[in-house]
């Protein structure tokens, strides 16, 4: 039977806004307190400050349970629990900048009552253990603490939410376990019941190894190149294994995101921190590095020098369903393209680039980004995204030139349709010879 509680959510980004509307619909009641005025009082409008499929509907039908403040003190007014879902962005140092949880570790004001404090951000091991520390420093011994790291994924944050693969909760208190746990009644998953460290541990390592497959396919992908093969046909026939299974097992131009990247490097810095060198991590972020950049390769293969070339990236989000820039692949794309002197025409359904590419052209529709491009490089595989190797995007580029950064097109149509047609990790038919395959005439200077 799930017992209906006030949740108190500290940060309303893609986690917590995510989290607090999930448990709202689970019925419990739900105060989510972020520092931004802004973005609490677009909510109170039932503004969605982040896109995320579903998220407008589900926070407008769950209105009665939600609330939405700036105030610590509304926010922890009679919860039984507390999470926290603020961001842990990367330092310089390539560890995680936990001063957004210390903050929330010193708000906290003294209750008259016990409260069940719960990590729900991405925090290196060792987190709760200082957490723990410092609350019975500041003598709030009434304060439970509980690790229940997150595994939504954006784009499918809802779906994720609500039918999880599993539920993990670390924690030093068995009935601290069980709160958490019965927070989640109602979902249908397993239960990882664990300590705090092991906890924390399971998130960091689940993404490193995700981040780890998305690195090796990608390295076969480009051996694939080399010897001929075709890695999308290699990552079925791997993923049919049951061993292996099929997930991200899909060449591309690598990973981005708010997540994968940062939270490998913590898992690196950490193990470093303890004295162990996890050579293996190096490679992963190494490779991701350079497989970005891969693409850059290909055009120069087609275009020859880049300079004065117009080029067209197709999606600007790290991943297609978000809108969400960081550490997107795009922006170094853009950036290495700029840096070889060539024009960058960009398009994205939802993500907005002009702050963080002022540089680049943003254009409303794929046919205005294209129009006169020397390339269109698919860099996030958007569905509208599918039919790109049409006639109308043909005539209307410069040079029918298509770089499949996420193997979203079938190769054989997009050559057919008149296209010269490169993905990652897939054979590369020269095209037939014809004496000039741009539409138009270079401009001058190229
Ligand atoms: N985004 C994901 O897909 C994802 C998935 C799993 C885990 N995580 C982890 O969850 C955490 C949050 O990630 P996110 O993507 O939601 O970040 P985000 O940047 O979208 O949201 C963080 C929010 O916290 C707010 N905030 C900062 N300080 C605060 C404070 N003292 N009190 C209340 N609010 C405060 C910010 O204003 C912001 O709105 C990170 O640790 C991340 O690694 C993220």
Request: aromatic share 6%; charged share 25%; with cysteine.
């Amino acid at each position: 039977m799930v017992t209906n509680r006030r949740i108190a959510v500290f940060g309303a980004g893609y986690v917590g806004l995510v989290s607090g509307a999930c448990f709202a619909e689970l019925g419990h009641h739900v105060v989510l307190r972020d520092v931004l005025p802004g973005r609490v009082e677009a909510l109170r409008n039932g503004e969605i400050p982040i896109y995320e499929p579903g998220l407008e509907e589900l926070v407008a039908r769950n209105r009665d349970r939600l609330e939405f403040t700036t105030d610590v003190a509304v926010a922890v007014q009679g919860a039984d629990v507390v999470y926290v879902a603020v961001g842990t962005p990367p330092t310089y140092s390539g560890d995680a900048d936990l001063s957004a949880v210390w903050t929330v570790i010193d708000e906290l004001p003294r209750l008259d009552h016990r409260i069940v404090l719960v990590m729900k951000s991405t925090v290196p091991v060792g987190t709760g253990a200082k957490v723990r520390a410092a609350l019975d420093a500041r003598g709030l011994t009434n304060v439970g603490y509980v690790a229940n790291p997150e595994f939504l994924a954006e784009g499918t944050a809802l779906r994720d939410f609500m039918h999880p693969d599993r539920i993990v909760v670390g924690a030093a208190d068995a009935a601290d376990t069980e709160t958490v746990a019965s927070l989640h009644s109602g979902l249908d998953a397993p239960v990882v019941r664990t300590d705090v460290n092991s906890a924390e541990m399971i998130k960091m390592a689940s993404n490193a190894f995700l981040s780890t497959r998305i690195s090796f396919i990608n390295e076969i992908a480009n051996v694939c190149e080399l010897v001929g093969a075709d890695v999308t046909a290699v990552a079925e026939g791997m993923g049919l294994d049951h061993r292996l299974g099929s997930h991200f097992l899909k060449a591309g131009i690598g990973y981005g995101g708010s997540c994968f990247p940062k939270d490998i490097s913590a898992l690196k810095q950490l193990a470093g921190n303890s004295g162990y060198h996890f050579q293996l991590l190096s490679s992963v972020i190494e490779v991701n590095e350079l497989q970005k950049r891969r693409v850059i390769g290909k055009l120069q293969k087609h275009l020859g020098g880049l300079r004065g070339t117009e080029v067209a990236l197709l999606g600007l989000s790290f991943k297609p369903g978000t809108d969400d820039m960081r550490e997107a692949p795009s922006l170094v794309l853009a950036s290495r393209l700029l840096a070889e002197g060539a024009g960058v025409r960009t398009w994205d359904p939802v993500a907005d680039a002009s702050e963080l590419l002022p540089s680049a052209r943003q254009f409303a529709t794929v046919e205005e980004a294209v129009e006169g491009a020397d390339a269109a490089v698919i860099v996030t595989e958007w569905p509208a995204l599918a039919d790109l190797a049409r006639p109308e995007i043909r005539d209307l580029m410069g040079r029918p030139l298509i770089i499949d950064g996420r193997n979203l097109l079938d190769p054989d149509k997009a050559r057919a349709g008149g296209f010269d047609y490169e993905g990652m990790g897939r054979p590369w038919t020269p095209p037939s010879p014809s004496p000039d395959r741009r539409n138009h005439p270079p401009p001058p200077g190229k």
